[in-house]
Nanobody, 121 residues
Framework: QVHRLESGGGSVQAGGSLRLSCTGP????????TSWYRQRAGKQREWVSE??????????TSEGSIDVRFIISKDNSKDTVYLEMNDLKPEDTAMYSC????????????WGQGTQVTVSS
Protein backbone atom coordinates (compact mmCIF):
# COMPACT_ATOMS: atom_id res chain seq x y z
CA GLN A 1 0.00 0.00 0.00
CA VAL A 2 1.36 3.41 -0.99
CA HIS A 3 0.56 6.44 1.08
CA ARG A 4 1.79 9.97 1.49
CA LEU A 5 4.06 9.44 4.48
CA GLU A 6 7.09 11.59 3.83
CA SER A 7 7.89 15.27 3.92
CA GLY A 8 11.00 17.42 4.06
CA GLY A 9 12.72 16.79 0.75
CA GLY A 10 14.08 19.56 -1.40
CA SER A 11 17.15 21.03 -3.03
CA VAL A 12 20.32 21.86 -1.16
CA GLN A 13 23.94 22.60 -1.96
CA ALA A 14 26.67 20.13 -1.18
CA GLY A 15 27.59 20.26 2.49
CA GLY A 16 24.10 21.24 3.52
CA SER A 17 21.56 19.36 5.61
CA LEU A 18 17.98 18.23 5.28
CA ARG A 19 15.58 16.55 7.65
CA LEU A 20 13.00 14.14 6.30
CA SER A 21 9.89 13.18 8.24
CA CYS A 22 7.74 10.04 8.11
CA THR A 23 4.42 9.55 9.86
CA GLY A 24 1.17 7.54 9.64
CA PRO A 25 -0.96 5.64 8.88
CA UNK A 26 -1.91 3.27 11.64
CA UNK A 27 -1.92 3.47 15.38
CA UNK A 28 1.33 4.65 16.97
CA UNK A 29 0.88 1.89 19.53
CA UNK A 30 1.60 -0.74 16.93
CA UNK A 31 4.55 0.68 15.03
CA UNK A 32 7.23 -1.99 14.80
CA UNK A 33 9.70 -0.43 12.44
CA THR A 34 10.24 2.59 10.24
CA SER A 35 12.83 2.47 7.48
CA TRP A 36 14.17 4.81 4.84
CA TYR A 37 15.18 3.77 1.36
CA ARG A 38 16.40 5.74 -1.59
CA GLN A 39 16.53 5.23 -5.31
CA ARG A 40 19.08 7.15 -7.33
CA ALA A 41 18.62 7.63 -11.04
CA GLY A 42 19.43 4.43 -12.90
CA LYS A 43 20.06 2.52 -9.67
CA GLN A 44 18.15 0.00 -7.63
CA ARG A 45 16.47 1.05 -4.44
CA GLU A 46 18.82 0.81 -1.46
CA TRP A 47 18.34 0.76 2.28
CA VAL A 48 19.37 3.95 4.04
CA SER A 49 18.30 3.72 7.67
CA GLU A 50 15.91 2.01 10.06
CA UNK A 51 14.65 2.22 13.60
CA UNK A 52 12.82 -0.55 15.44
CA UNK A 53 10.66 -0.38 18.54
CA UNK A 54 9.43 -2.47 21.39
CA UNK A 55 5.68 -2.12 20.87
CA UNK A 56 4.94 -2.62 24.55
CA UNK A 57 7.10 0.20 25.82
CA UNK A 58 7.56 2.20 22.63
CA UNK A 59 11.27 2.29 23.31
CA UNK A 60 13.78 2.04 20.52
CA THR A 61 15.34 -1.41 20.32
CA SER A 62 17.67 -0.86 17.40
CA GLU A 63 18.63 1.72 14.85
CA GLY A 64 21.16 2.04 12.08
CA SER A 65 22.08 3.95 8.97
CA ILE A 66 24.09 3.45 5.84
CA ASP A 67 26.32 6.40 6.70
CA VAL A 68 27.25 8.26 9.87
CA ARG A 69 26.03 11.44 8.17
CA PHE A 70 22.47 10.11 8.43
CA ILE A 71 20.81 10.10 11.83
CA ILE A 72 17.43 8.48 12.47
CA SER A 73 15.26 9.38 15.43
CA LYS A 74 11.66 9.32 16.61
CA ASP A 75 9.39 11.79 18.35
CA ASN A 76 6.84 9.63 20.16
CA SER A 77 4.59 12.59 20.92
CA LYS A 78 4.19 13.21 17.19
CA ASP A 79 4.46 9.58 16.04
CA THR A 80 7.03 10.80 13.56
CA VAL A 81 10.38 9.37 12.53
CA TYR A 82 13.02 11.78 11.29
CA LEU A 83 15.99 11.20 9.04
CA GLU A 84 18.53 13.95 9.51
CA MET A 85 20.98 14.06 6.63
CA ASN A 86 24.14 16.08 7.11
CA ASP A 87 27.05 17.06 4.90
CA LEU A 88 25.04 16.08 1.87
CA LYS A 89 26.83 15.14 -1.32
CA PRO A 90 25.64 15.18 -4.94
CA GLU A 91 25.60 11.38 -4.86
CA ASP A 92 22.93 11.55 -2.16
CA THR A 93 20.52 12.90 -4.78
CA ALA A 94 17.64 10.43 -4.91
CA MET A 95 14.01 9.78 -4.23
CA TYR A 96 13.78 8.92 -0.55
CA SER A 97 10.92 6.69 0.59
CA CYS A 98 9.67 5.71 4.00
CA UNK A 99 8.45 2.25 4.94
CA UNK A 100 6.35 1.81 8.06
CA UNK A 101 5.64 -1.63 9.52
CA UNK A 102 2.81 -1.82 12.02
CA UNK A 103 0.41 -4.26 13.64
CA UNK A 104 0.07 -6.55 16.61
CA UNK A 105 2.28 -9.01 14.78
CA UNK A 106 3.98 -6.42 12.58
CA UNK A 107 1.88 -7.71 9.72
CA UNK A 108 1.12 -4.52 7.81
CA UNK A 109 3.59 -2.60 5.68
CA UNK A 110 3.02 0.87 4.29
CA TRP A 111 5.23 2.60 1.75
CA GLY A 112 5.29 6.31 1.14
CA GLN A 113 5.22 7.95 -2.27
CA GLY A 114 8.68 9.34 -1.73
CA THR A 115 10.25 12.75 -1.42
CA GLN A 116 12.93 14.05 -3.76
CA VAL A 117 16.28 15.15 -2.41
CA THR A 118 18.54 17.00 -4.83
CA VAL A 119 22.08 17.99 -3.87
CA SER A 120 23.96 20.34 -6.15
CA SER A 121 27.71 20.75 -6.24
Amino acid sequence: QVHRLESGGGSVQAGGSLRLSCTGPGSPSYVCETSWYRQRAGKQREWVSEIRFDRTSGRTTSEGSIDVRFIISKDNSKDTVYLEMNDLKPEDTAMYSCKRVIGVFCESTYWGQGTQVTVSS
